[in-house]
């Protein structure tokens, strides 16, 4: 409760702070933050405008125009089918931050409830993810609905889970292990019903915006590529990646991708092993999301909301020989949100990635337990008069 007053108290703080120079703080921040980029797309598209969004020029013009003030650098990293929120650009600048997110938060404490019915409003308002987000003007509890609220209704809905997966395409490398983790575990309909979602996405994406918006981005991603994730020492601070761990201890561009690679290989191995096996459902879920985080090499702390998903699993699954481990799993989960950003920029390294992988093990560790207890377990009942 305690850490529920203090992001309340730091959102107010917040907003105060970004309404001193029009929307905006001192710094040229504008009041929502990265919602600023959300908002002009879909305003841009609304308007019929929607070739600007990757006219960084004209882009940043409008976003001025908008806050009124000088703006630092904003830029629209998204594939066009995020301009299909066109709608939410025919609300005021405000109205719509507030509307994004409220209903962000809600539809992932939905999820939440859906998956772990006890503790979903206590742990949807006091994750550390859920305050860095909101402060953000992010979209991790969008996606957290998404790709962990899928995971966890695929066994009741699997069509509708396929859907949300779908839906994912938005951020495309938060859905690079749903392959792996749908085919290995024969999931067919659940696939399926994500391609489809994908493709009617990309196609209504093409006949409202027009087929030259996929080059635009294309182009517009690779030079965000380089400048952003392999240079970008202004926001490294907030990646908790694997390449970006290795960029910050010295190893350049390709070091740092084959580092990635030499992770995410066995971790894909891993998830696609679990899922194989039909493993329980919040461990193999819990593996699943833990393993995204692991295998992208782009991930800021925002996007950790979805592992508020795998920390509730952990305690869900535990058992009196496995508590400390899935206490010590579900404590690096909530934390790396609140920790790899201050850090990031007290000392120059990003810790987040290192924070993160002792879970996937630690989820292993756990199961392999379970499995062994199991047998054992059952004989002593059996045994008893």
Known sequence: MCWIAVAAVATVVSVVQHLQHGLTNTAGEPLGADFINTW??????????????????????????????????????YPPVLLLLAPLGALPYLVALGVWTLCGWLVFYLALRNAFPHHALLLALAAPAVLVNTLGGQNGTWSAALLAGGLWLLPRRPIIAGILFGLLIYKPQLGLLLPVALLAGREGRTFGAAAVTAVVLVLASILLFGFELWPSYLRNAETLRATILEDGT????????????????????????????????????????????????????????????????????????????????????????????????????????????????????????????????????????????????????????
């Open 234 to 385: 202004g926001v490294w601070h907030r990646m908790v990646s694997v390449f970006v761990f290795a960029r910050r201890i010295g190893f350049d561009a390709s070091g740092a991708y084959a580092m990635q690679l030499i992770v995410a290989v066995p971790v894909a191995i891993g998830v696609a092993i679990a899922w194989w096996r039909n493993w329980p459902a919040d461990l193999r879920n819990a593996l699943t999301v833990v393993g995204t985080c692991l295998v992208t090499p782009y991930l800021q702390d925002y996007d950790l909301v979805m592992a508020v998903f795998a920390a509730a699993a952990l305690l869900a699954a535990m058992m009196p020989h496995t508590q400390m481990l899935a206490v010590i799993g579900a404590g690096l989960l909530l934390v790396v949100p609140l920790l790899a950003a201050p850090v990031g920029l007290a000392t120059g390294l990003s810790i987040g990635a290192v924070m993160l992988a002792p879970v996937f093990p630690i989820i292993w560790m756990m199961k392999r337990r379970a499995d062994t207890m199991t047998p054992f377990t059952s004989a002593s009942i059996q045994q008893q008069p």
């Open 40 to 77: 002009t797309g879909a305003a841009l598209a609304w308007r019929g405008q929607a070739q600007t969004v990757y006219d960084w020029l004209a882009y940043h013009a409008f976003q001025e125009q908008i806050v009124g003030a000088p703006l630092d650098f904003y830029h629209y990293s």
